[in-house]
T-cell receptor, first 114, second 115 residues
Framework: QQQVKQSPQSLIVQKGGISIINCAYENTAFDYFPWYQQFPGKGPALLIAIRPDVSEKKEGRFTISFNKSAKQFSLHIMDSQPGDSATYFCAAKGYGGSQGNLIFGKGTKLSVKP | GAGVSQTPSNKVTEKGKYVELRCDPISGHTALYWYRQSLGQGPEFLIYFQGTGAADDSGLPNDRFFAVRPEGSVSTLKIQRTERGDSAVYLC?????????????FGSGTRLTVV
């Protein structure tokens, strides 16, 4: 059972545009929602993360929007650049037991065209 | 070290052989995780260590997979009687605390190919 559903699978954006990636989760015990960026041949790197007590978090050009009632969260990349071309993963984590480890979405391959 | 180090970076083995994959976490990180990433998929949890003990091994697919962390630092993932379906990138991550308030730091992974 997939606990974190991510869309779209791939995304093409023009340089300077806004990239939007969406995720939905099922387990209401999740309380930590990070986004990871992965370049080919590298491991995922933490980009930005949010906890459910806030609805939005912004770090530079990256913003997470969080909707607790809908159990959805999204990543917005403003002024997208070719260097942002990578695969992005949302993830979720609860506390303790089998929920205590990061559960990842299937990823979104972003291509930013110059 | 400065980051999570995984060796080897690539491993090709024949079906049925035994392999060991090594992870050297960030110094001082008590929590260590193993994930497996198949082509075009997100990382899937395998096992989590807090210190020397495996706190959660619910993600190990079967008893051919085993991992140790005898001194609470370096960890080794061991796969017996490898099968072609084991081919994937095996990722190791560490964090300074179980709640991962500062996130996981991943290594670059070991790409395992079983032929």
């Amino acid at each position: 059972q997939q606990q974190v559903k991510q869309s779209p699978q791939s995304l093409i954006v023009q340089k300077g545009g806004i990239s939007i990636i969406n995720c939905a989760y099922e387990n209401t015990a999740f309380d930590y929602f990070p986004w990871y960026q992965q370049f080919p041949g590298k491991g995922p790197a933490l980009l930005i993360a949010i906890r459910p007590d806030v609805s939005e978090k912004k770090e530079g050009r990256f913003t997470i929007s969080f909707n607790k009632s809908a159990k959805q969260f999204s990543l917005h990349i403003m002024d997208s650049q070719p260097g942002d071309s990578a695969t992005y993963f949302c993830a979720a984590k609860g506390y303790g037991g089998s929920q205590g480890n990061l559960i990842f979405g299937k990823g979104t391959k972003l291509s930013v065209k110059p | 070290g400065a980051g999570v180090s995984q060796t080897p970076s690539n491993k090709v083995t024949e079906k049925g052989k035994y392999v060991e994959l090594r992870c050297d976490p960030i110094s001082g990180h008590t929590a260590l995780y193993w994930y497996r990433q198949s082509l075009g998929q997100g990382p899937e949890f395998l096992i989590y260590f807090q210190g020397t003990g495996a706190a959660d091994d619910s993600g190990l697919p079967n008893d051919r997979f085993f991992a140790v962390r005898p001194e609470g630092s370096v960890s080794t993932l061991k796969i017996q009687r490898t099968e072609r379906g084991d081919s994937a990138v095996y990722l190791c991550a560490s964090s300074s605390d179980y709640l991962a308030n500062y996130g996981y730091t991943f290594g670059s992974g070991t790409r395992l190919t079983v032929v």
